[in-house]
């Protein structure tokens, strides 16, 4: 069997694929048959089905969000990069580990979060709660990883309450 055999029944020969490919050939028959019996009874125009917009064009003024989000998401990655090749202070070395693991990956799913923040209802609300949320939780668990020290622990439950708070306005 070669590489190319393999790679064939991996995209397109295996069953699953072969079953994906049904289902949008069938979506695609019964598609037809829906624009056929809406000329042919309502004498409608028919308009093509219009994808989402743009990203950029949802936004509005709220551009600036995304920004941030993009810095917050490189700052997130070049932590990662400097904390996996740290040798962490402390008797509690691992402690320190985990710690910073913990707030990496905080950081990193919430600078992710921030790119949404422009769909919710209220996107500066919900883009400073998820951002300073961000920065007071990780940021003090970096630190506390980082020197060992615990001098800004209380920090971490106030930026998780802005966190929660953050996630809780895309209800609204």
Known sequence: MT??????????????????????????????????????????????????????????????IVKIAGLSGAAAVIIGAIGSHSHFNGPEEQDNKLLFETANRFHFFHS???????????????????GIGTLLFSGALYYRAFSGKSLVKMMAPFGGTCLIMGWLTFML
């Open 3 to 64: 590489f190319s055999d393999i790679l064939s029944y991996a995209t397109v020969g295996n069953p699953v694929s072969k079953k994906i490919g049904e289902m949008f050939k069938d979506n695609a028959n019964a598609s037809s048959t829906v624009k056929t019996v809406v000329k042919a009874t309502a004498g409608v125009v028919e308009k093509p089905l219009q994808s989402l917009p743009p990203l950029w064009s949802l936004l509005g003024r709220n551009k600036t």
């Open 112 to 130: 992710i979060v921030l790119l949404s923040a422009p769909i919710a209802k209220y996107p500066v609300v919900t883009g400073s709660l998820i």
